[in-house]
């Protein structure tokens, strides 16, 4: 029950960080707006991937493109397979 206690205790704690880091960096975004504005400035706060996850996305479909290819060439070979049985 103690370690339970414990957990909970710390889990709240995360959850209240969370809860506290997104409310600041809504009201950075708001004063960063908000001076953009005051000088006549348009802002593009959109958030760009870091480089790590660029490379991680490009592996990723680099992957999904050598298994689709690696699909096309069993499909063939069993083909052939069926073929030369007949």
Do not use: C, H, W, Y
Not at 46 to 69: H, N
């Amino acid at each position: 029950m103690a370690l339970e206690k414990q957990v909970s205790k710390t889990f709240s704690r995360f959850n209240r960080r969370l809860v506290n880091l997104r409310n600041a960096s809504e009201a950075r975004e708001r004063a960063i707006k908000q001076l953009a504005e005051s000088l006549g400035v348009e802002i593009d706060l959109t958030r760009m991937p870091t480089p790590e996850e660029v490379s991680k996305q490009e592996q990723e479909e680099d992957a999904a493109q050598r298994l689709r290819e690696d699909e096309t060439v069993m499909a063939l070979l069993r083909e052939s397979d069926q073929d030369d049985a007949r």
